[in-house]
C-alpha cells in the first residue's frame, strides 16, 4: 500500500563527487520514470524503464548520467563528477504499466541534491 | 516536438473567487492532458486528467476540459479555498513515448 519512495531525502555533495539516488516504486509497477525540477529548466524527463529496460534514455544531460533497475522494483540513479548545474530535486514516478497514454504516473517525494 | 504552454503566475485570489489557469498545447496526434499540484513541501499529485478530445476530467471541485480545436486544457474552479494555495503543473503524454511533458506550472496563492 506505500506509495513510492525515495532516499536520501536530502544530499549535499562536493563537486567532482559521485551521487547515487534510490527509488523504491509502488510494488507491482512495472514502468518506472525519474524526472528532475529545477528554478531555471522547471521539470524535465530523464529516462523511463519498463521492467529492467529502459527504452527511452532521452532526457538524461549527459554521460554522468546513468540508471539501473533490478529486479523490476528498485531503481538508482547516478551522478558522477557532480557539476554545480546538477543541484535540483531528482523526481521518480512509478505505474501501472508504462504503456498507452492513460497510464496515471505516482510520484515520490523527490531528493533534493545540492552541489557546492 | 510535444510542449505545454501554462500562464505565467503568480495567481493571487481571494478565497470563494473563480479560478482560471490557462493551458495550451502542442503535439502530434491525440495526447493524454493532466493537471498535477504540488502543495507546499510535499510531492507532485495528481489532480485530473483527459485522455480524449472532449473528455472533462474532474477531482476536488477542479474541472479541466479537452479542447482540441484550441489545444487547450484550461484549469477551473467555481471557489476557491485557501487550503488550494499550490503550484499547479499542466502537462501530457503524446506520441510514442510515455514521458511527461510539463508546463512551467503555476503558482496559486488564495487569501483568507
Known amino acids: 500500500g506505500a506509495g513510492v519512495s525515495q532516499s536520501p531525502s536530502n544530499k549535499v555533495t562536493e563537486k567532482g563527487k559521485d551521487v547515487e539516488l534510490r527509488c523504491d516504486p509502488i510494488?507491482?509497477?512495472?514502468?518506472l520514470y525519474w524526472y528532475r525540477q529545477s528554478l531555471g529548466q522547471g521539470l524535465e524527463f530523464l529516462i523511463y524503464?519498463?521492467?529492467?529496460?529502459?527504452?527511452?534514455k532521452s532526457g538524461l544531460p549527459s554521460d554522468r548520467f546513468s540508471a539501473e533497475r533490478t529486479g523490476g522494483s528498485v531503481s538508482t540513479l547516478t551522478i558522477q563528477r557532480t557539476q554545480q548545474e546538477d543541484s535540483a530535486v531528482y523526481l521518480c514516478?512509478?505505474?501501472?504499466?508504462?504503456?498507452?497514454?492513460?497510464?496515471?504516473?505516482?510520484f515520490g517525494p523527490g531528493t533534493r541534491l545540492t552541489v557546492l | 516536438g510535444n510542449s505545454v504552454t501554462q500562464m505565467e503566475g503568480p495567481v493571487t485570489l481571494s478565497e470563494e473567487a473563480f479560478l482560471t489557469i490557462n493551458c495550451t498545447y502542442t503535439?502530434?496526434?491525440?495526447?493524454?492532458l493532466f493537471w498535477y499540484v504540488q502543495y507546499p513541501g510535499e510531492g507532485l499529485q495528481l489532480l485530473l486528467k483527459?485522455?480524449?478530445?472532449?473528455d472533462k476530467g474532474s477531482n476536488k471541485g477542479f474541472e479541466a476540459t479537452y479542447r482540441k480545436e484550441t489545444t487547450s486544457f484550461h484549469l477551473e474552479k467555481g471557489s476557491v479555498q485557501v487550503s488550494d494555495s499550490a503550484v499547479y503543473f499542466c502537462?501530457?503524454?503524446?506520441?510514442?513515448?510515455?514521458?511527461?511533458?510539463f508546463g512551467t506550472g503555476t503558482l496559486l496563492a488564495v487569501q483568507p
Open positions: 503535439a502530434t496526434g491525440y495526447p493524454s
Open positions: 483527459a485522455t480524449k478530445a472532449d
Open positions: 514516478a512509478s505505474s501501472l504499466i508504462g504503456t498507452g497514454k492513460t497510464d496515471t504516473q505516482y
Open positions: 510494488s507491482g509497477h512495472t514502468a
Open positions: 502537462a501530457l503524454i503524446g506520441g510514442a513515448t510515455n514521458k511527461l511533458i
Open positions: 524503464f519498463q521492467g529492467n529496460s529502459a527504452p527511452d
